[in-house]
């Protein structure tokens, strides 16, 4: 690379150089995002691939425009919700996380991250941890 630098100079030819820095994209329009997300109901990430530019430029702009992006349809809510915490403390204190995790057919790391995550919810709710 250092070579071809050289050789151009050398030769006193100019090549075009990059910026500096991020690319910047084109921001897309408020009309085209009404258009494409709000009334053809497209996804982000179609908004997106029609507009030709980041799903993340695209959640940018709806909240720059104020428009509220609709909930994701996919997220599926844990199904450890539907076990009692005592219940699934007690199996924890009892066989311990490895075996608790295979009963429910989770992993461990999803269990440690349903128990840590409901303790924070409690103690900012101001609810006593049991």
Do not use: F, W
């Not at 908004?47 to 349809?73: F, H, N």
């Amino acid at each position: 690379m250092a070579d071809s630098i050289k050789y151009e100079k050398a030769a006193g030819i100019k090549i075009p150089r990059r910026p500096p820095g991020r690319p910047v994209s084109h921001r897309p329009e408020k009309s085209e995002l009404e258009r494409l997300y709000v009334k053809e109901g497209r996804s982000i990430r179609d908004t997106a691939a029609q507009l030709k530019c980041s799903k993340d430029l695209i959640v940018r702009a709806l909240k720059e425009y104020g428009i509220k992006a609709r909930p994701r349809i996919g997220h599926r809510q844990s199904q450890l919700t539907k076990y009692r915490l005592k219940d699934l403390k007690a199996s924890v204190k009892k066989q311990g996380i490895r075996a608790t995790a295979r009963d429910l057919k989770v992993s461990e790391g999803t269990l440690r991250h349903y128990l840590k995550m409901v303790k924070q919810e409690r103690e900012k709710s101001g609810k006593i941890d049991a």
